[in-house]
């Protein structure tokens, strides 16, 4: 058994720092080494390659790799027939989206996507747009893109199909947005086979309580604050519904003490409003992990 | 009410980074788009701008912005009546000071401020230097400077007045520093409008809430100890004078644990001093946020 | 005589590697110390400063420097009494050019100059925009921008005046172009006193014949090849009009051997025409100056 | 005819910078926006398309192109029927080919293609790879590769068919080369149609001419020479067979000057041969452009 | 006292950004000005210079610096007399050790540190190389190598001794490791005259306690957890056996709090257990110091 | 013969791209691969090392290269035997030169160098710094000194003898220079072993011939002109006086074509002053190498 090793495959490109930054939170130091592809990582059960994105989950769903993490975009592209363990999904990350578009020239006649019919549109992801053509009932080419896809329409193609973050890139080569067909989210990955080892399953299953512990722990922070007596229903009636607070009176004062857990986000809204309530020394910790 | 929106003018610049930084810390997650000075931030009532710190304070009294970051130098230069709202001192900052100062040539006959009279003086900020020799009572020629002041004496004035850091780029250039105008510190600035609005009034002492928790929360540190009980007096004694520590006896030994709230800045020297007392497991956590 | 020395002024900025270079071509190297805006010039007879452009033509005019490079622009926004000696028109950078537009938001309801009347206008060259209203009898306020100022408009401003390349910065922030006030040339300037002093004018007349010399050598070339006898009268006559070649007659042989200089923009259409012809050994040679 | 546009692709990546050097040399200014990837030519009867050298091919076949500039390996692999107007090959890069090469891991028992039979091979360039087989008679599986194609073998795949240009990446995977399939140069390609259009071709014509004027004005040089009247015969017989010399006679003295181009490479062992039969005042000249 | 200075040395190079890094968690802000050695502290009791790491030994040893910090390596090397206060291991270094190695090159007809009898080899640090010869009974010729040592076998030497980090570089020179002489780690060093003046031994006693802490916060964590009554017992045996957790129980449910410090690799096997074992709210808390 | 190889030192560091850019220039294409010290040279009968400017005269002494690139100040302090194949004195570098210099905190007693009898002096070249005290008659205590030399007075050392470019590092560090011992220039160096085999000493040769071709045609031009008859005689007095120009009289006019190799540097009084004589058309020619 102890010579088993977990194939772990990182993926190379926009998810590639975020990925590394998530298992180091959850514990596993994974080095890059330079020129290398074949990753570093502290824990002598696994071996981790750096793969593009695209690939990852075919070589998953494969058996080449027990376990991986890709986007919801390429597993839907390619067809891979793989267990999703869990999202991985950035709270913070909200203002900055992976989102696939259908885009036209600012002056296209295109105005819907039943303008598409019988047009031809040039896209990375082949399948995920003739998925969503099937789906609108449309019919149009879709070809291949290798790149520099803003650049295409309308002299090479009537549209393309791309992914954006800020729309600048879409903006600068006029291009209008139709639509869009998917907001892409990271996931952890593997296969039935893994799935069936009871020691890969059981490894599989710590690493993502760790990842989303440690996905978690970014989001979630430690609230502890003195609630005056008089004040202490109101206090608990504002915060969050979430999980019961600890409460604790300071012994020969009316007050309390009162710890809670909360997402950052709440947080915001949270501390103006304790405080005009009377609360006193409101302290806002970081968590690294949290398991619920 | 729902479509008012708190327009926010950040600074471009110096201060630009250590602003973003805190209001990310207070909660709020501003994005700056490439080429673009409309900044994102994910509150829906709030609009952000990107503006020279120069200009802030003007447009802050005039109303195009309710709430604006600035540097004391600037609101003072550009004469702007405008409210502050709260100081952002950064505690950390304390080797690395924003000065304006008052600088000669070397080997000038210049020795003191009264030297200047009749003299020229160059600047980035000509109300400043015109106030400060007022205060003075010497009269000067105060002319403005689009940069590189530091070349400009002896040549093309006799004195400038000007921002530095470390005072390397004077000393680069052979001037002597004459006097210290302002030791500049960062400000939350609004104005009297704003402040009579109910709505923005509260929302923007939300904010300086949520900010000055955030840079309190930077310097100020959690220490937790174990203290014998014979040593409890001389313990609590030591510990600075600021809130009374929670205290918490161990059940069933001579123990106490001390919880205390103090100043990073002060860690230095207590927890040499307390373990030399006998005190066991100083743990010293990190704050995120502190509202007191 | 010989302690005399010329004082230079070079910009600071966007024109600043490209005076240098061609202070290099023309035979001067000048050293852009770290940390110093005193350059170092490798002739004796010369002090070099850098300086921002915008203050060169006045120091200029009041004779603290002999000699400066600055912009068509600042030139005139400074209202700086000075002598162009010489224009240093870059032929290569005509994809390039400096611009200085109006611009007001893609929907703004202004449409034309006169639109303006009664609106306000930040720029960073006041100057330049009121002496355009006046010229267009346009009556609007024009407030002096320390930066950013795309962002400006419609929250703080109606319309703006200012510098643009490519006009991706524009589109970034929604902006329409409505007219060019100027594009700039980059000048080199002296002032009365100094062209009054024979020494002085006759070094910068060197100055200025080099500089053009090394400017002209950028976009001029020599064209040498072999033109069969019964070609040279076509020849001669698809070749620019500017100087008569160089013409040799190829001992014992009905072939002429012809050499003349050429823009290098022109070279594109006259050798692929010369070669029609029969012409034969076409060669170009890059110049490094030229004086005629 | 004055609104005709000639369709130009640039191929993205490792060709861009040398291609537009290229087209700078032969006197046409390529400018590659900020974040665009339509491109700025300074000649009106040109349009100009930042592609992936993948797609380039495919495009000029069908016509979308007029003209392209791709290697020689996508040509092959897209298996676009485009015509060549001429090789841009690039004398100085001898040291830096680029290689597609077959390659395994070091320990592997496959020591030649025949040992191939039955495997898999991973690779960018499936068509390229595919033909290769056939030539040599091997059947083997092969997959496309998205990237990272270095750490496939052993675990994704039996060997990989992939670019190299020194090798470094190759064996920091400890992979072994197994066969050299294609040392790629670059092409300006078009296409049928166009090139039936006599307006078209003419200045694909006249561009080639240019651009190859360009990249032999890069490895040729002029050299002048005197050579003593005694050793002129001698010296003569050195000089590279190319293309007779110019040869004149100084007046008075037994001395001639001779001046030839050749190829840079050539000088490094003609000048110290000349040198020691007695030549002096050799002098090598740069050349931009050589149209022969 | 209080004009009395601790004068400490700050290793250049690989070191410099942890040894930073590590003052500041242990409260100590030092800034490295521009081009200037003589670092700012802001401890009015220090002085900081910025040294090699090859001198701070002996710099020490004479008297010179007070306190600094060196590896293992360059103490061992200098054969400085130095009193080592303590260990500044950094625990999740754990992955990238610096490491000084025998190598040779791979074709090499020596196989152990035997065969280098009467051979030749490089080394920067001349010292270690030769004391390690001395312990194996080889005799060698040990030359000072100023740096590339790894292009010297076989043509300048037999065999080098170098530190590595991924052994990289050594492959891409052909070499292979034959021995591994020192694993080095950082220490923080004084000497006996600075160790008998009680006033700066307490101090150095200080700074070291507070830069322990500091590293041992840096893989520490605190973790929280709910446990059920039933599962107490074998809970808290899980736990990692350093130290007694606090336990608490939960009033009128039969459920435990239960505090831990323990290391943070540790944490990546725990908190799956305690999560099998039914424990709830699992949290880990960072640590900035920890003194016990 | 064939397999012969000459062996080659290529210093790494400041001389180190100067050096590739030469060999370029005199037609050796030297490329330096991705961390590996063993440089690719496309000639076959060359091999190429990237080694310390330090230890390149003490290989070459012993044999181990048969031609190295280093600097004066190297090979006096390396005391290595080796010929002198010529200077490599770079033209252009004028204003950038390496000095050698002693220097003493700004208010040390040290006044001159005697009164360094009886101190301490940190340098990295002992040897030159013992040489030049040895000259002077003056005793002093000379220590090696493994970098950030400038921080070393007056704490750890009484004076140093540093390398300087510019005096910006030893301004910074408050030092003030009392002598140059040395302005170093770069040399071609070899061996009496290769000296004495024929074809490594012509192979040598022909290098330095290239090496000091390209070195000329760094600082030499081609300047042509029209002269007119009246000004011939005046004309050729005021070219420079090392090599008769060429003259021609030009057919049927009384003008003159004078053609002229001269340094560039005199080029910037020369135009002008041929200009004011009259003369029209002249050109100035860059040259690649140049060997009289």
Redesign the interface.
Known sequence: MNDKKL?LGIP?GSLQDYTLKMFKA????I?V??????L?I??PEMEC????P??IPK?VEKG?LDLGISGDDWILESKAKVIEVCDLKYA?Q???KVKWVLAVPEDSSIKSVQDLEGKTIATEAVNLTKDYLRKNKVKAKVEF????T??KPP??TDAICDITE?G??L???NLRILDTLLISSTKLITNKKAWQDKWKKEKI??IA??LQ?AVK?EEV??LMMHVPGLKLNRALKALPKL?SPTIKKIAGENWYDVII?CK??E???L??KL?RMGC?????????????
């Open positions: 194939k190379k959850a514990g596993f130091d080095e080494p330079e020129r290398r592809y074949f570093k502290d824990d390659f750096l793969l593009r695209q690939e070589y080449k913070k909200e203002i900055k893109s290798w790149g520099t803003e650049v002299r090479f800020t600048v890139s903006r600068a080569h299953k710590d309580l760790l512990g722990g922070v430690n999980k857990n950052e986000k947080v915001r809204e501390i103006p405080k006193q020394g409101i302290i806002e910790y970081p968590i690294s992990k949290i398991v619920t």
